[in-house]
């Protein structure tokens, strides 16, 4: 037997004898009786339901926060199936490179945005961040090697917009109602952790000073939980931190726009020798 099918047994005969010694001490029996029946009968029964709720109450705290992984890059299968579920999506990460992969591989993702109201917002490191340099040395490479992946990421977001804009010029085969909205931004600020959102569950990814991002582990957060609540507006913080930061802007059927004076200012890419 399962260790909480015991549990469940065992409460549920505290439960049932609470009853009957309740039930008993309503014959006429002498005053101690009655009186012992009726006491051992609410302890009983009180018993149960105490027992009942602390069980509850420490299956959710269990549950708030769970290690689903030690490697995020053994994550991506789980990050697709919750993101392929979900209305609300919200990405901040150092580069994005695997989301945004997906927006570009996977047509039936922008055609979401246009017609379940799919909302999307997305936020990578800025190449201009002063943190750049410390994620490099973290991650085991050079910094001009980071910041050749942030541009690649900045060219996958010009690709994202086409396939937007592509998409907006058949809006009229679309409701307005169904139209979502999808922005990508660039954030300055340290990179302390990922954090993956899809509707009420939080995957949170660990950031190292010994191992890229992509070796570390990942937490999956609930919204029971008060930590989730933390994340969402440590995400929400550095969104409105950085509206000005925006590469790929669509809102609610307005044209998809891309910020070309923003990107005028980000440094270019260098050929890296390699000895």
Same mark, same amino acid.
């Given at each position: 037997?399962? #260790?909480?099918?015991?549990?469940?047994?065992?409460?549920?005969?505290?439960?049932?004898?609470?009853?009957? %010694?309740?039930?008993?001490?309503?014959?006429?029996?002498?005053?101690?009786?009655?009186?012992?029946?009726?006491?051992?009968?609410?302890?009983?029964?009180?018993?149960?339901?105490?027992?009942?709720?602390?069980?509850?109450?420490?299956? #959710?705290?269990?549950?708030?926060?769970?290690?689903?992984?030690?490697?995020?890059?053994?994550?991506?299968?789980?990050?697709?199936?919750?993101?392929?579920?979900?209305?609300?999506?919200?990405?901040?990460?150092?580069?994005?490179?695997?989301?945004?992969?997906?927006?570009?591989?996977?047509?039936?993702?922008?055609?979401?945005?246009?017609?379940?109201?799919?909302?999307?917002?997305?936020? %990578?490191?800025?190449?201009?961040?002063?943190?750049?340099?410390?994620?490099?040395?973290?991650?085991?490479?050079?910094?001009?090697?980071?910041?050749?992946?942030?541009?690649?990421?900045?060219?996958?977001?010009?690709?994202?917009?086409?396939?937007?804009?592509?998409?907006?010029? #058949?809006?009229?085969? $679309?409701?307005?109602?169904?139209?979502?909205? %999808?922005?990508?931004?660039? $954030? =300055? =600020?340290?990179?302390?952790?990922?954090? $993956?959102?899809?509707? =009420?569950?939080?995957?949170?990814?660990?950031?190292?000073?010994?191992?890229?991002?992509?070796?570390?582990?990942?937490?999956?957060?609930?919204?029971?939980?008060?930590?989730?609540?933390?994340?969402?507006?440590?995400?929400?913080?550095?969104?409105?931190?950085?509206?000005?930061?925006?590469?790929?802007?669509?809102?609610?059927? =307005?044209?998809?726009?891309?910020?070309?004076?923003?990107?005028?200012?980000?440094?270019?890419?260098?050929?890296?020798?390699?000895?």
């Amino acid at each position: 037997m399962k #260790k909480s099918h015991f549990y469940i047994l065992i409460n549920s005969i505290l439960l049932l004898l609470g009853i009957i %010694f309740i039930l008993l001490s309503g014959y006429e029996f002498n005053y101690i009786i009655t009186n012992l029946l009726r006491a051992l009968g609410i302890g009983l029964v009180t018993a149960s339901l105490v027992n009942s709720l602390m069980k509850q109450l420490e299956e #959710k705290t269990i549950e708030e926060i769970v290690l689903t992984n030690t490697k995020r890059i053994k994550h991506e299968k789980i990050y697709t199936e919750m993101r392929d579920k979900s209305e609300i999506v919200e990405v901040m990460s150092i580069a994005l490179t695997g989301a945004l992969d997906d927006y570009i591989q996977n047509k039936h993702l922008i055609e979401k945005i246009f017609t379940e109201r799919h909302e999307v917002r997305l936020l %990578f490191l800025n190449p201009s961040s002063p943190y750049v340099k410390q994620r490099a040395v973290e991650d085991g490479e050079t910094e001009q090697e980071l910041i050749n992946k942030l541009i690649d990421s900045i060219d996958k977001s010009r690709t994202i917009c086409k396939l937007l804009d592509d998409a907006y010029m #058949k809006k009229n085969n $679309f409701q307005k109602d169904k139209i979502g909205s %999808f922005e990508i931004r660039l $954030f =300055d =600020d340290c990179p302390y952790f990922t954090v $993956f959102r899809a509707d =009420d569950t939080i995957l949170w990814g660990l950031y190292t000073n010994y191992a890229p991002g992509s070796e570390t582990s990942v937490l999956e957060v609930k919204k029971s939980s008060s930590l989730f609540s933390q994340l969402k507006t440590h995400f929400d913080t550095a969104w409105k931190a950085n509206s000005g930061n925006y590469i790929v802007r669509l809102h609610r059927g =307005d044209k998809p726009s891309l910020n070309e004076a923003l990107l005028k200012t980000l440094p270019p890419r260098q050929i890296i020798n390699t000895p």
